[in-house]
């Protein structure tokens, strides 16, 4: 779906207000996020899916308060991202909680709060929660988080359902789930869970998981275990090339595959757990050019936002599209960097830019995912105020 061309960061008057901001700084398009959103609920009610947004890909308290008002639930992987939803809105039976290491401290909070359901990820896991659940005779529902052992095809950091990631339950193991869990009175099971990766584009993938899960409903039915949810976590890419064309990734074709693929019954609920694909495009950081610096071969332009702002390309290699705001100027070669003591604090090499002077101001877009919850002090940087653009 297009976006109308419409970049809100070449609108002149923007470029003044961003003149009375500290720099660097994440700016949100809050119209871009409503109409994906809106794509999202539009989608999901049409095949009666339900939405939970993965906190972890931003959890800036204004994005998760535009979330909420959407209805959707959401899933967090830590204590304080399921106190960060319930400060923004989100009621607690639409909490999920995932992650391969809850502390007993943040298993204790998600039961005080009475969240709808821990994801679960090993045995050991169940056996804890089972016995601080006992604590105050609490009944808890859980899922197990299964690793299907489908390859995601995307990046080797941010592939998680292979039977060599650390997690999930492997398919094998599960009898001696079922076993265990029959001692474990506080448990209840009504769920199965999957993620297995993230930027994923190639959306056979998730055919191949729903042909996985369909075995796996299977063998459940034939265990006579009732499976009422059905999570098929996140995954779906983004187009970092073209964040203005492809401002609103394929939802529609996204859901079809499930809706196609899955065999699910009419009791069964189906839950996605997306992060990227709702907030990836709506964020840019943007930064100020502090110095142009000539090397023999190299023009660098050194930013005052680094690795501190924006990990993603130092943590995965991973591109972001690079826009001088400030200059029309004649197309020159920069290598973009940023200022902090590490190689890898690079945005990108022979970047074609307008010619780019002290001061310009550079957009790094689609950052709106794994961005600015990435962030860090290293260095002892300062964070600055985010932009909102309604
Ligand atoms: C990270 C994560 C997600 C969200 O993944 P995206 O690729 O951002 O959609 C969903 N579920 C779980 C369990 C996760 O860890």
Redesign the pocket.
């Known amino acids: 779906m297009l976006r109308e061309n419409n970049n809100q960061l070449q609108d002149e008057n923007l470029l003044d207000s961003f003149s009375e901001m500290e720099t660097p700084f994440y700016f949100y398009d809050l119209k871009l996020l409503h109409k994906t959103l809106n794509e999202v609920q539009t989608l999901a009610s049409n095949y009666d899916f339900d939405i939970h947004y993965?906190v972890?890909?931003n959890s800036n308290d204004r994005i998760l308060r535009e979330i909420e008002t959407f209805g959707f639930g959401v899933?967090c992987?830590s204590g304080n991202e399921i106190r960060a939803a319930i400060n923004n809105g989100f009621s607690a039976d639409k909490i999920l909680f995932?992650?391969v290491g809850k502390s007993d401290n943040e298993i204790r909070y998600a039961l005080s709060q009475q969240i709808k359901a821990f994801?679960c990820e090993s045995i050991q896991e169940m056996e804890v929660i089972n016995a601080l659940a006992a604590e105050n005779n609490q009944q808890v529902e859980i899922a197990i988080?299964i690793n299907p052992n489908v390859d995601a095809k995307t990046h080797r950091y941010?592939t998680?359902g292979l039977d060599e990631n650390k997690f999930g339950v492997n398919q094998r193991d599960l009898p001696e789930v079922l076993d265990r869990l029959q001692t474990l009175k506080q448990l209840k099971l009504t769920g199965i869970?999957f993620?297995i990766?993230?930027?994923?584009v190639d959306l056979n993938v998730f055919k191949g998981l729903c042909l996985r899960v369909n075995e796996i409903l299977q063998w459940f039915a034939e265990q006579q275990v009732n499976i009422q949810h059905i999570n098929l976590?996140?995954?779906?890419?983004i187009d970092y090339q073209a964040p203005d064309s492809s401002a609103i990734p394929d939802f529609s074709a996204y859901f079809a595959i499930f809706n196609k693929f899955l065999n699910r019954n009419p009791e069964q609920s189906v839950h996605f757990?997306?992060?990227?694909?709702i907030v990836g495009q709506c964020g840019s950081l943007i930064s100020k050019v502090l110095y142009i610096k000539q090397s023999t071969n190299t023009t660098f332009a050194i930013l005052d936002a680094g690795m501190t702002e924006l990990l993603r390309p130092a943590l995965y290699q991973s591109y972001h599209q690079i826009e001088n705001l400030s200059s029309t100027g004649d197309i020159n070669q920069y290598d973009v960097v940023g200022p902090i003591c590490e190689t890898t604090d690079c945005f990108g090499k022979s970047v074609k830019l307008p010619e780019t002077r002290r001061g310009d101001f550079i957009a790094l877009r689609s950052a709106g995912?794994?961005g600015e919850v990435m962030t860090s002090n290293y260095n002892l940087r300062d964070k600055n105020e985010a932009f909102y653009f309604e």
Not at 273 to 277: A, H, N, Q, T
Request: aromatic share 4%; glycine share 24%; charged share 15%.
């Open positions: 993965a972890k890909a899933d992987v995932a992650g994801n988080r941010i998680t869970h993620h990766g993230s930027q994923i976590g996140g995954g779906l890419g757990e997306l992060g990227r694909s995912a794994y």
